[in-house]
C-alpha cells in the first residue's frame, strides 16, 4: 500500500517543524505560521467558498506558453479536475501536484481533464512542470481573480508578509503582483454543465485530500452522461 498524500505531507510537516535541514527553519517562525493558519480556520473563510451543487464560475487563462485554455472548451469533452495551489516555493504543493500526476490515468479512465491554477507567472508555472514531471496544464490565475471567483482568494495579514519577506518568499515577485494574497489550496470536480459535483477547500495548507478522494465524484459524472 503506497502512502496517502496526506501521510506524505503529514511526514514533511513533521520534519519540517522539528527543524531539519533543508529547510531549518526557527521555532519563532513555525509559531508565527500556525498563528496565521489558525487565524485564516478561524475566520470561517472555507465555509464562504464555492461547494457541491454550486455552478462553477467559466474561466480563460494562459498556460506556460501564453495559450489561452478556456474550462467551457475543457468541459466540452468531459468534466474537469480543478486544484488551485499556491506557487512552486510551496513544498505542499508540490507534493500534491505529484500525487495529481499519479493519479492522471485513473482520472482519464472517467474521461476527465485536469488543470492546476496558482497565481504564480509563466516563468514559475514552467518550474512547477519541470520541477514535478506534470503532463497536465499549470494555468496562471493573475491577481487570483479566478479564485476569487471561486471564493478561495485570501490576503495574507502583515505579520506573515514580514515573515515571507524575511525568508526571501518574495510573492510579489513570484506573481507578479503586488497584493500579497494566495488561493486556500483547494480541488473541484465540476461536472460538464458547469456544476461542482465534489469541492474540497481548506484553509490549512498543511491539508490535502487524496486525489482518490475524487473518483466516485468522476464515476458519477460519467454515469450521469452515459
Given at each position: 500500500m503506497s502512502m496517502s498524500l496526506q501521510d506524505k505531507l503529514d511526514a514533511f510537516k513533521a520534519d519540517f517543524e522539528a527543524g531539519k535541514p533543508p529547510y531549518s527553519v526557527p521555532r519563532s517562525v513555525i509559531e508565527t505560521m500556525r498563528r496565521a493558519?489558525?487565524?485564516?480556520?478561524?475566520?470561517?473563510?472555507?465555509?464562504?467558498?464555492?461547494?457541491?451543487?454550486?455552478?462553477?464560475?467559466?474561466?480563460?487563462?494562459?498556460?506556460?506558453?501564453?495559450?489561452?485554455?478556456?474550462?467551457?472548451?475543457?468541459?466540452?469533452?468531459?468534466?474537469?479536475?480543478?486544484?488551485?495551489?499556491?506557487?512552486?516555493?510551496?513544498?505542499?504543493?508540490?507534493?500534491?501536484?505529484?500525487?495529481?500526476?499519479?493519479?492522471?490515468?485513473?482520472f482519464q479512465t472517467f474521461g476527465a481533464g485536469l488543470v492546476a491554477i496558482s497565481p504564480q507567472t509563466a516563468a514559475n508555472s514552467r518550474k512547477s512542470v519541470r520541477q514535478n514531471a506534470l503532463q497536465f496544464p499549470i494555468l496562471s490565475d493573475p491577481n487570483n481573480d479566478v479564485a476569487a471567483a471561486f471564493g478561495l482568494r485570501f490576503a495574507l495579514p502583515d505579520y506573515l508578509v514580514a515573515l515571507y519577506k524575511g525568508l526571501k518568499n518574495d510573492l510579489a515577485a513570484f506573481n507578479g503582483d503586488p497584493s500579497w494574497t494566495l488561493p486556500m489550496p483547494a480541488r473541484f470536480v465540476i461536472g460538464q454543465d458547469g456544476t461542482i459535483l465534489y469541492a474540497e477547500v481548506n484553509p490549512d495548507y498543511t491539508r490535502r485530500p487524496d486525489p482518490e478522494d475524487l473518483l466516485p465524484a468522476l464515476r458519477g459524472a460519467r454515469a450521469a452522461a452515459v
Amino acid at each position: 500500500m503506497s502512502m496517502s498524500l496526506q501521510d506524505k505531507l503529514d511526514a514533511f510537516k513533521a520534519d519540517f517543524e522539528a527543524g531539519k535541514p533543508p529547510y531549518s527553519v526557527p521555532r519563532s517562525v513555525i509559531e508565527t505560521m500556525r498563528r496565521a493558519t489558525a487565524e485564516l480556520v478561524a475566520s470561517g473563510a472555507a465555509a464562504r467558498a464555492l461547494k457541491a451543487g454550486d455552478k462553477a464560475p467559466e474561466f480563460t487563462l494562459k498556460d506556460p506558453d501564453g495559450n489561452a485554455v478556456s474550462s467551457a472548451e475543457l468541459l466540452a469533452k468531459g468534466p474537469l479536475v480543478v486544484s488551485f495551489y499556491r506557487g512552486v516555493w510551496c513544498p505542499y504543493c508540490n507534493m500534491e501536484l505529484q500525487a495529481l500526476q499519479a493519479a492522471l490515468p485513473a482520472f482519464q479512465t472517467f474521461g476527465a481533464g485536469l488543470v492546476a491554477i496558482s497565481p504564480q507567472t509563466a516563468a514559475n508555472s514552467r518550474k512547477s512542470v519541470r520541477q514535478n514531471a506534470l503532463q497536465f496544464p499549470i494555468l496562471s490565475d493573475p491577481n487570483n481573480d479566478v479564485a476569487a471567483a471561486f471564493g478561495l482568494r485570501f490576503a495574507l495579514p502583515d505579520y506573515l508578509v514580514a515573515l515571507y519577506k524575511g525568508l526571501k518568499n518574495d510573492l510579489a515577485a513570484f506573481n507578479g503582483d503586488p497584493s500579497w494574497t494566495l488561493p486556500m489550496p483547494a480541488r473541484f470536480v465540476i461536472g460538464q454543465d458547469g456544476t461542482i459535483l465534489y469541492a474540497e477547500v481548506n484553509p490549512d495548507y498543511t491539508r490535502r485530500p487524496d486525489p482518490e478522494d475524487l473518483l466516485p465524484a468522476l464515476r458519477g459524472a460519467r454515469a450521469a452522461a452515459v
